[in-house]
């Protein structure tokens, strides 16, 4: 078994060596550099699997480290640590593509986790993929809907069209990409998954294209783009309706003439990738009102793939549920065996807005609530029961079952939303508002149970 490298940057000596001796206790070979330009340096002679920056050094900053790693090691997680607790440059050094973010007094078990995470992260990728492509109980599924999307991406994936994945919300848009990859010639190179909707708009060129130093107010190195991380592979863009029409239009050359032009540069530089997109809305509709361009909408579109929402697969709901179920017990440590028959009903009868997600953050809630190896009911949201009931005991018809149906749906909206605040604030509780393991516990990254904070209102601290 080899053993894994670990480089630390920080000016403080006396910290250096007090990691370096935690570290190599867990057999981790360690090197120190107390300055940027030595790191640099060791970057290239020592080739770390993994980068512990602090985010104040005497040349530069670790934000200057962190660029010099994602551009010249992209595959090389970093992990920044500060004295000081400033949550805006937390969430600027993960925009910025940092691993994690901790603060300094650095807990022996919280430092020693991330790395751990760090290093199994370069790795467990590719084989994440190959893992989920083989879980045929979950890409799979048995309904018709299921299996033709099985049969549309085994057909699709080894050729080099491009792919436009349509479905609703939380139905699997991004799974499906994965194994089109997975299944693809181009399944040794690098997958890029990018949210389009959550790119900032005046940042958006230089995510996907990259930029040159000086190009903007804050470009204080050149980056690369993440076109350019995913050349030979799969770049995968969900939500593509949210680009700009300017980045539309940059988008379209580089499908078109493989060539791309970071922001702020004259220099064209060549790439060889395939693009899988995603889409909740309707382009055609987008095209028609001038908001996606016509060309750039047949030039993703080669290929499409209709996503089916969970409630027109009924076949699939027990299948998806246990997976999930297994999944929550193995990241909470729990023992949770199976659902009672009143809570397969409930979940039958639901029309589930949110999709798998939402069934994925309930089954979470439900094995973190529940007290006995059955989730029964009461583990449930009371809205997901409520609405059970309410669909029991009060069918309607004509008319009036449609205006039921328009409230129903707005009510569902809501209880989707009220279930993940309340997963997230259990799972808050349970850790003592330790951000970073609640983080790890929800599968999501720091910046996005941030983000999901403020939206639901739940305290920082």
């Not at 993994?50 to 090691?73: A, I, N």
């Not at 076109?227 to 309706?241: K, M, P, S, Y």
């Not at 028959?341 to 309930?362: A, D, K, M």
Request: glycine share 6%; net charge neutral; with cysteine.
């Amino acid at each position: 078994m080899s053993i894994s490298k670990i480089l630390v940057v920080d000016d403080d000596v006396t910290f250096c060596l007090m990691l370096e001796t935690l570290l190599r206790k867990h057999d981790y070979e360690v090197a120190q550099s107390y300055t940027f330009a030595d790191g640099r340096k060791k970057l290239a002679d020592f080739k770390p699997e993994v980068v512990l920056t602090d985010l104040r050094l005497p040349d530069h900053d670790g934000l200057e480290v962190l660029q010099l790693v994602k551009r010249d090691y992209p595959e090389v997680p970093v992990v920044l640590m500060t004295s000081y607790g400033d949550i805006r440059t937390a969430v600027r050094a993960m925009k910025m593509g940092a691993f994690d973010y901790v603060t300094k007094p650095v807990n022996p078990d919280e430092i020693l986790s991330t790395v751990h995470r760090a290093i199994n992260s370069r790795n467990k990728a590719a084989s994440e993929v190959n893992m989920l492509v083989s879980d045929e109980s979950y890409i799979e599924g048995i309904s018709d809907a299921s299996v033709k999307i099985l049969e549309h991406t085994t057909l699709v994936a080894p050729t080099g069209m491009s792919v436009l994945i349509m479905g609703e919300s939380g139905t699997g848009k991004e799974f499906v990409a994965r194994r089109i990859h997975a299944l693809s010639q181009r399944s040794d190179k690098p997958f890029v998954a990018i949210d389009c909707g959550a790119l900032p708009r005046d940042l958006a060129g230089s995510e996907l294209f990259g930029h040159i130093k000086g190009a903007f107010t804050g470009a204080i190195a050149d980056k690369q783009g993440q076109f350019e991380v995913a050349n030979g592979g799969t770049i995968f863009l969900d939500e593509i309706g949210n680009l700009s029409y300017d980045i539309q239009i940059q988008l379209l050359r580089a499908i078109q003439e493989r060539k791309i032009r970071r922001v702020g540069s004259t220099l064209e530089i060549q790439v060889d990738v395939r693009i899988i997109t995603a889409t909740n809305e309707d382009l055609r509709q987008a095209v028609s009102r001038g908001d996606f361009r016509e060309d750039l909408y047949h030039r993703i579109n080669e290929f499409a793939i209709q996503v089916a929402p969970l409630r027109d697969r009924p076949e699939d709901m027990v299948q998806f549920a246990k997976y999930f179920l297994a999944q929550a017990n193995k990241e909470l440590q729990r023992e949770v065996k199976d659902f009672s028959p009143e809570v397969l009903q409930i979940f039958r009868n639901y029309s589930w807005p949110g999709n798998l997600r939402e069934l994925r953050n309930i089954i979470k809630r439900a094995v973190l609530l529940s007290k006995s190896t059955v989730i029964n009911a009461e583990a449930l949201p009371d809205e997901l029961a409520a609405d059970n009931i309410t669909r029991l005991v009060a069918p309607v018809t004509g008319d009036q079952g449609l205006a039921a149906k328009t409230d129903a749906d707005i009510d569902l909206r809501e209880t989707s939303r009220r279930s993940e605040r309340e997963l997230i604030i259990a799972t808050l509780e349970k850790v003592r508002f330790n951000k970073s393991k609640a983080a790890r516990i929800l599968n999501v990254d720091r910046k996005t149970l941030y983000n999901k904070m403020k939206q639901y209102g739940i305290p920082l601290q």
